[in-house]
């Protein structure tokens, strides 16, 4: 059993900034990548950006030089520093994790439950 907990979300003012925070906890072995997405309402889930065990990202292109994603492979934790934020940024944001679990070893792609984001004067 593997479980991903976020925790940052919230209202913030257009032009300001969060960061979200999800951390993995369980049979966990490995993990390699780790990732945020975001579903608006009315609209589909995307990929915002992602990160491997390695350290390598990828970033859509509504958010590259405003978001940021990094992880703390110790602590099975992965961030998402959010600058410059937009209206359009607000959504329901959500972790994702590609992970090797222990014995008995299987991988699984875990998501977390959600957290909001509201961009609002």
């Known amino acids: 059993q593997v479980q991903l907990v976020e925790s940052g979300g919230g209202l913030v003012q257009p032009g300001g900034s969060q960061r979200l925070s999800c951390a993995a906890s369980?049979?966990?072995?490995?993990?390699?990548?780790m990732g945020w997405y975001r579903q608006a309402p009315g609209k589909q889930r995307e990929v915002v950006a992602t990160i491997t065990s390695g350290g390598n990202t990828n970033y859509a292109d509504s958010v590259k030089g405003r978001f940021t994603i990094s992880r703390d492979n110790a602590k099975n934790t992965v961030y998402l520093q959010m600058n410059s934020l937009k209206p359009e940024d607000t959504a329901v944001y959500y972790c994702?994790?590609?992970?090797?679990?222990?014995?008995?070893?299987?991988?699984?792609?875990?998501w977390g439950q959600g957290t909001l984001v509201t961009v609002s004067p």
């Open positions: 369980g049979s966990i072995f490995s993990i390699n990548v």
């Open positions: 994702t994790a590609n992970v090797l679990t222990s014995r008995p070893y299987s991988y699984l792609e875990v």
